[in-house]
């Protein structure tokens, strides 16, 4: 059974910092791209940023430079490292894994975590 637990999320002012972290278990984690999610009251689900198997990641726009995706594999733990907070950060973070890619760009796996609040005051 596929279990993803994130983490790290709270309240932190704009130009803040948080770190969020992904355990994941039942899986194979070293040969399972990740990604995460965000999803902001009354919008879609997007990418946020992904890393393959290898480590290569790949960042949406509205992030890129801000914030950074890694794995360590020995601790099946995927992180986002997310600096310079915006308000418009603010929404429920999620992690997927298993997700394939089509170029650079990650799609999603059925499996997700219950997710994170992230919370940007200006």
């Known amino acids: 059974q596929v279990q993803l637990v994130e983490s790290g999320g709270g309240l932190v002012q704009a130009g803040g910092s948080l770190r969020l972290s992904c355990a994941a278990s039942?899986?194979?984690?070293?040969?399972?791209?990740m990604g995460w999610y965000r999803q902001a009251p009354g919008k879609q689900r997007e990418l946020v940023a992904s890393i393959s198997t290898i480590g290569v990641t790949n960042y949406a726009d509205s992030v890129k430079g801000r914030f950074t995706i890694s794995r360590v594999n020995a601790k099946n733990t995927v992180y986002l490292q997310m600096n310079s907070l915006k308000p418009e950060d603010t929404a429920v973070y999620y992690c997927?894994?298993?997700?394939?890619?089509?170029?650079?760009?990650?799609?999603?796996?059925?499996?997700w975590g219950q997710g994170t609040q992230v919370t940007v005051s200006s």
């Open positions: 997927n894994a298993g997700g394939y890619y089509r170029g650079s760009y990650y799609y999603q796996s059925g499996y």
């Open positions: 039942g899986i194979t984690f070293s040969i399972n791209a």
